[in-house]
């Protein structure tokens, strides 16, 4: 049903979404929201690497995604950096 780049990107977006919930709404512990926002930046990261490996090997529907999963991480990424990593860098 699914081909590996198609689970490699569900899971990698899904996980890169978990941590961006994690560092932008959450503060379980002092520190805990740089920590997962770092996290969430080095998983987008893995995310972009497979959507953009993914995207060449796509048709259709599959390709609108991969490209997608690219846009997607780096917006993300974005909010996290002006939400958690900038002002905690200026405190």
Known sequence: M????????MTAGLVSFLFFLISNFTNFFVG?????????LCINVFVIIVCKNALPNSEGIKKF?????IIVPITLAM???LRVLIPAILR
Not at 32 to 40: D, E, F, K, N, T
Not at 65 to 69: P, R
């Open 65 to 69: 995604f991969s490209l997608y999963g």
């Open 79 to 81: 909010i996290t950096i």
């Open 32 to 40: 805990s929201r740089v920590l997962a926002g770092l996290i969430q």
């Open 2 to 9: 699914f081909d590996k780049h198609s689970k490699l990107m």
